[in-house]
């Protein structure tokens, strides 16, 4: 969470704030450590590596998984490892969960629409509908790649080629301009306040000349600590002089600071997105398509998945007289709409809140109160294969983002297939509540056209060239119900699932600190298997 200090008051850090400073200079794997020397995840202790699973634990156990998403790949791939019995129930079709590429002929299936992808069969036409990119510091799941020969490339995140564009006035820049405007006029405004003796408090002790050198480095300025523009930005005539020396220079004139303030797409969250820690380069992505890592795991574990099978109660059983739970019994709903049921030593629960919530279970009532609580976010992402690449073409864009105030909100251009006649472009990708209802209650056609037209304002005649697309309104898919929760700044609303109930424990993005993150789901079942392992254990 952002606060605004005041001078002579002590600013609150929150736990989140905590694991935010921890998770910057540690990664994931110590906010995991972090967050259990807090008590925030069961079966870690400030001592134990989050990393790291245990021994076998000895004896014959069975472990039944709910869901074959990341989550639940993992669970059974570590836990038969570790010798444990394992069966997965998935409620559709197809493991993978949220971790979806669509191709050509694929089928869609939302509450209200079906789809067939209608993209040219060939290697790099697909979309990552579900998690597209992998940040450097996610050791666990760019360890599975690297131990099941998963081949990676760069998924290119920040692109200063990309744009900026503002519907609103219908401005358009270039990244690399932006950015040298904004840290020009930035560096130039405190330059001439420390030169007027404004910041002379807080530059005491300082060597003042070195801070106005950082000055002109940081923004580019020219000899007299002004900005008047450099070749960070390119020039006004072809991004590059050639042979004969550039009049004049892209900056600052076209994005004056009254520009770029003008429209809050230029000064926004947008303009700064990549410093996030998990948008950061080096980011990855599977080379073919995210679902690599699928298909992966399940060359390991597939045999262990039993689909169509859709939960509908768990229960804990209790021995006579037993204050403890001895085991877990699942209720679901078979191929042939029969019921059925399973009976194991564990479970692991994968199942989003947003389903299990609905599911009729035993669990104690702090539990079932934070599972009816948790809020998801609804993301919709739209692709199409367009005929022409012409953001390589025309614009020189390799790979990154654009940017938007219109309800796609981004495009995002393909980091593949470089050069080849036809790309796969990502028209929208939003996650704000109003941007997902004006895509989500839309058909998948409506969707389309909508986007289409939308990206026209970006680059105008795109369309002309923007033929077969799909789409995926998450709010509106079965067994999913959301695209990830909240990242709710009061982390503690989310220690009952990660404590567990009994018998039943639970994994996935939102039991864990990394909302949204496959490495989050893979941090939270590893947790989940170390808990599981020291139950088994106390009671070999």
């Known amino acids: 969470m952002n606060g605004n200090g005041i001078r002579g008051q002590r600013k609150r850090v929150t736990r989140r704030d905590f694991l935010h400073a921890v998770g910057s200079v540690g990664g994931s794997s110590m906010v995991y450590r ?18 790291e699973l245990p021994t076998p634990p000895g004896g014959s156990w069975r472990v039944l998984v709910l869901g074959a998403g990341i989550a639940g790949l993992t669970a059974a791939y570590e836990l038969t490892k570790l010798g444990f019995e394992v069966k997965i129930l998935e409620a559709t079709r197809r493991a993978g969960g949220r971790n979806f590429t669509a191709r050509a002929g694929d089928v869609l299936v939302e509450e209200r629409s079906r789809q067939v992808c209608g993209f040219d069969r060939a290697d790099h036409l697909y979309a990552n509908l579900g998690p597209a990119r992998i940040p450097y510091h996610h050791d666990r799941i760019l360890g599975y790649c690297r131990e099941f020969g998963v081949d990676l490339e760069v998924f290119t995140n920040d692109n200063r080629a990309a744009l900026f564009h503002a519907g609103r006035s219908g401005r358009t820049l270039v990244a690399r301009q932006l950015h040298a405007d904004v840290r020009g006029h930035i560096a130039e405004l405190l330059a001439k306040a420390v030169n007027k003796g404004a910041l002379d408090e807080e530059l005491s002790g300082l060597d003042r000349e070195a801070f106005l050198d950082m000055l002109a480095t940081f923004g580019g300025l020219g000899v007299s600590r002004t900005h008047i523009g450099s070749d960070r930005a390119g020039f006004l005539t072809r991004i590059n002089p050639g042979l004969e020396a550039p009049e004049t220079l892209a900056t600052p004139a076209s994005t004056a600071l009254a520009t770029i303030l003008g429209d809050e797409v230029f000064h926004g969250y947008q303009l700064v997105f990549d410093q996030g820690l998990n948008q950061q380069p ?16 399940m060359e390991r574990v597939g045999h262990l998945v039993q689909y169509e099978s859709a939960v509908e109660r768990i229960e804990n059983t209790y021995g006579k007289g037993a204050s403890e739970a001895t085991g877990v019994v699942v209720t679901y709903r078979g191929s042939k709409n029969e019921l059925r049921q399973e009976h ?4 692991i629960c994968t199942i989003p809140a947003t389903v299990l919530r609905g599911i009729a279970t035993n669990f104690r009532r702090e539990l079932v109160e934070e599972i009816a609580a948790m809020q998801y976010v609804e993301a919709v992402k739209i692709a199409a294969q367009a005929e022409r690449r012409f953001w390589e073409e025309d614009l020189r864009i390799y790979g990154g983002i654009s940017w938007t105030d219109q309800d796609i909100t981004q495009v995002w251009y393909p980091a593949s297939g470089y050069h080849r006649a036809k790309g796969v472009l990502l028209l929208a990708y939003t996650w704000e509540a109003h941007t997902n209802a004006f895509f989500g209650e839309r058909s998948p056609a409506e969707r389309l056209d909508a986007a289409r037209s939308q990206v026209d304002a970006i680059h105008p005649g795109a369309s002309a060239v923007i033929g077969p697309g799909i789409s995926r309104a998450w709010g509106e898919v079965p067994f999913q119900k959301g695209s990830w929760a909240n990242d709710d700044p009061d982390f503690q609303k989310h220690a009952e699932l990660a404590r567990g109930d009994g018998r039943v424990h639970f994994a996935g993005e939102h039991v864990s600190f990394l909302h949204g993150w496959q490495e989050g789901s893979i941090l939270s079942t590893r947790a989940a298997i170390r808990s599981i392992a020291k139950q088994a254990s106390a009671n070999h």
Do not use: E, K
């Open 344 to 347: 194991a030593d564990f479970v």
């Open 282 to 297: 080096t980011l990855f992505q599977p080379i073919g398509g995210m679902d690599r890592i699928i298909h992966a795991f």
């Open 34 to 51: 972090a967050m259990g020397a807090l008590g925030l995840v069961a079966g870690c202790s400030a001592s134990q590596d989050a990393d």
